[in-house]
């Protein structure tokens, strides 16, 4: 049996091929990725075959002889849409009949409304009439989304956020060691919805002060006026929206339901958010 994983270059696929490394051995684990010199020098010891997710043809040749495929979800913006990325990397899946796919998701995606959802909506539903056998992972947020509101508080100062409906943010690692498990496992379930404690940013601000030892606190502000701060902190007016929008599906409700999965497949307790929330501040 042999694996492979996708955008493995990134932090959740680096996170993933060193999982899979230590559950199956190197020698059984291909890194595919866009950019073969970063592949090269990260993965010194795994195969590394070179695909664009915009190249149906070279993503076809990548898979060639792959049992079972960790299938990284694209980032949103590139040349060629994500939906159409993710189309590419589909039919390079069925073209090769692998054995099984994981896919990194988006949490609850059937009901999802959030703009981030829709790709991974599609995505879910290509591999479902794909035929193939396939997991999902739906990870619920990294915590090192929060890495600024994070050293804000470190800082000893306000930590600004709009939305105040709870999430479960896990660290990236967890995540991706949660899905290079159920890639390997020998039985699996569709969807996997992987979360951790599900609270607010309010609560997140105090557990993250306490960890500190600061008196940095959280604090709601209107989104209007969560743009302007990332604004005033030099980002221009489009990618400070952008950051924004990643509370939305929060503020929709996507994102509060808790759920033990990942715990169950690490076979461990999470880290504690204490010490999750000094290893993204550094
Ligand atoms: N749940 C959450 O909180 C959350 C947050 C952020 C992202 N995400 C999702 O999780 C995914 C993984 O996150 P991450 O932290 O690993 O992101 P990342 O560190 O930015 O890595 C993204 C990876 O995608 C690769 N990539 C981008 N466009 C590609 C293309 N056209 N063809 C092939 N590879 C391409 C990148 O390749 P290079 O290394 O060559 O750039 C990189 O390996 C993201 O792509 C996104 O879908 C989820």
Redesign the pocket.
């Known amino acids: 049996m042999n694996y492979a994983v996708?955008?493995?270059?990134?932090?959740?696929?680096q996170a993933a091929v060193k999982e899979l490394n230590q559950l199956v051995g190197a020698d059984r684990v291909v890194v595919i990725?866009?950019?073969a010199e970063?592949a090269a020098q990260l993965f010194p010891a795994n195969e590394v075959r070179v695909?664009?997710?915009?190249d149906q043809a070279a993503l076809e040749k990548a898979l060639a002889g792959i049992d079972r495929v960790l299938f990284?979800?694209?980032?949103p913006g590139?040349a060629?849409s994500r939906d159409q990325?993710h189309r590419n990397v589909v039919a390079a899946l069925k073209d090769n009949r692998v054995a099984r796919v994981v896919y990194?998701s988006f949490p609850h995606v059937d009901r999802g409304q959030s703009w981030l959802a829709a790709d991974h909506r599609l995505t879910e539903e290509l591999l479902r009439e794909s035929g193939l056998a396939h997991a999902f992972v739906r990870?619920?947020?990294?915590l090192e989304?929060e890495a600024s509101f994070l050293k804000a508080i470190a800082a000893g100062q306000a930590a600004s956020y709009w939305t105040d409906k709870p999430m479960g943010w896990v660290l990236?690692a967890e995540y991706a060691a949660g899905a290079a498990r159920v890639l390997v496992a020998d039985q699996v379930k569709e969807v996997y919805e992987f979360a951790g404690p599900i609270i607010t940013y309010a609560a997140l601000g105090e557990a993250a002060a306490a960890a500190l030892g600061t008196a940095g606190k959280a604090e709601q502000v209107s989104k209007e006026a969560y743009v302007a701060g990332l604004e005033a902190d030099g980002l221009d007016h489009d990618t400070a929206a952008l950051y924004a929008s990643f509370q939305e599906p929060a503020e929709a409700g996507d994102l509060s339901a808790a759920s033990d999965d990942l715990a169950t497949v690490l076979g461990h307790p999470l880290t504690p958010l204490a010490a999750a929330i000094k290893q993204v501040v550094g």
């Open positions: 996708t955008a493995a270059t990134g932090h959740f696929g990725a866009r950019n970063k695909a664009d997710y915009g990284v979800s694209s980032q590139g060629v990325q990194t990870n619920n947020w990294y989304n990236e």
